[in-house]
């Protein structure tokens, strides 16, 4: 495997580039639908790791030397299933995934040795488009190991390990996950999911650790230490740990009827006290990036929910990492599709995941920065608690 000193220092531009928002609630576009939403009653949390001026200063240096397009290229997700290459030299994208069905050559059986060539590709293809040298970041679902590879370990579902109430292994899962996912050259484990599962009916209990909060507090915490190691130790984010991404914010373990992608339709006490444990603790231990859920709370659609998404998590928990869209999530809301939405940027997404259709989403996005839809209020520096960063 190459060495790749500065590959992960895109998650700092990422960071710079995916802004946040001033931290007071918006009101809903439709008032019929908003939510009361009262972030003073959240618990206040701090970033893991503190501001390092120095690092700041570097990322302002560098964004004065984006165009808006290379910006706006940092805040698009596309996935390797429609991706080339070649295709960064005209869409300087900031990341890439690879879905459950997408492998190298559409080959399942690909080897590992296959995965780690393709993420070299793509690494070259970045650093060779962008004007300051960026790399590009690739994430994917390593939710109970890393699972899309043949040869890989793989571990029990969440459910199961909910089961052996044991923190330790559930780090210690997390710290060989994050080696096996670095040896094929990628550097973003979408996990762990952190939902608090409260309906057997919900088709996807089997990724929840439990229904009790408190374990699910204490599992998030050790599966992002193992993922990415300790904040404020050597090991943090080094060459054997991966970015984590708690999901899916929130409460879509608490859904009624237990519907996928359905409404949850709890009171706030219930969100904060049992919904909102695993992101808690997640932030906490260092998470420095978050899945955003296609569930709604109490008729608001969470891909827009700007109250939650900015004020309570960014504002109140202190989250200052990456707020990443699920896979074509921001089409749900009202007035978007998959390749124009504004409003899911508005209320405080960072990144949208836009599988297949970002060649437009990046062309639309362009215009609206240019014209004002996409508000220069989301333009802000924010600053990256990343080590990558240097």
């Not at 984010?237 to 914010?249: D, E, M, N, Q």
């Not at 904060?272 to 109490?298: F, P």
């Not at 008729?299 to 990456?322: P, S």
């Not at 599988?355 to 802000?380: C, F, H, K, Y």
Request: hydrophobic fraction near 40%; glycine fraction near 10%; proline fraction near 7%.
């Amino acid at each position: 495997m190459r060495r790749r000193p500065v590959r992960l220092a895109a998650y700092c531009a990422a960071c710079a580039l995916a802004v946040c928002a001033d931290g007071a609630p918006a009101a809903d576009k439709d008032p019929k639908k908003a939510s009361p939403v009262h972030p003073q009653r959240w618990p206040k949390l701090h970033p893991a790791l503190a501001p390092d001026p120095q690092l700041e200063a570097r990322v302002e240096l560098l964004l004065s030397r984006l165009t808006s397009a290379q910006k706006v290229g940092q805040l698009i997700q596309a996935d390797i299933g429609s991706i080339t290459p070649d295709d960064l030299r005209h869409y300087p994208l900031g990341s890439i995934l690879n879905g459950g069905n997408s492998s190298p050559r559409d080959d399942k059986l690909a080897a590992p040795s296959e995965w780690l060539a393709l993420a070299d590709r793509f690494y070259d293809a970045a650093m060779a488009a962008s004007p300051v040298g960026l790399p590009l970041l690739w994430g994917t679902d390593a939710v109970h190991g890393h699972n899309n590879i043949p040869g890989a370990t793989i571990f029990p579902h969440n459910i199961g390990l909910g089961a052996a109430r044991d923190p330790e292994l559930i780090q210690r899962i997390g710290e060989i996950t994050a080696l096996e996912v670095r040896v094929t050259g990628l550097d973003w484990a979408f996990s762990p999911t952190v939902a608090v599962a409260r309906d057997a009916r919900w088709g996807r209990t089997y990724e929840s650790y439990a229904e009790d909060p408190g374990l699910v507090r204490e599992y998030a915490a050790a599966m992002v230490e193992g993922l990415q190691g300790a904040p404020g130790t050597p090991q943090f984010l080094g060459a054997a740990h991966v970015l984590a991404t708690p999901k899916h914010f929130l409460g879509d373990g608490g859904t009624e009827g237990g519907r996928n992608e359905g409404d949850n339709t709890g009171s706030e006490s219930e969100l904060r006290n049992v919904d909102a444990a695993g992101y808690e603790a997640a932030i906490t231990a260092g998470a420095q990036t978050v899945m955003v859920s296609y569930s709604s709370w109490q008729g608001v659609t969470m891909h827009g929910n700007r109250a939650l998404l900015t004020a309570v998590l960014k504002g109140r928990l202190g989250f200052d990492g990456l707020l990443l869209g699920d896979w074509n999530g921001h089409a749900q809301l009202p007035g978007c599709t998959a390749v124009r939405c504004a409003a899911a940027v508005d209320a405080g997404v960072d990144v949208l995941m836009a599988p297949d259709g970002w060649r437009e989403l990046d062309d639309n996005m362009i215009v609206q920065v240019r014209s004002g839809e996409i508000p220069a209020a989301r333009s802000r520096v924010r600053r990256c608690a990343s080590p990558w960063c240097s």
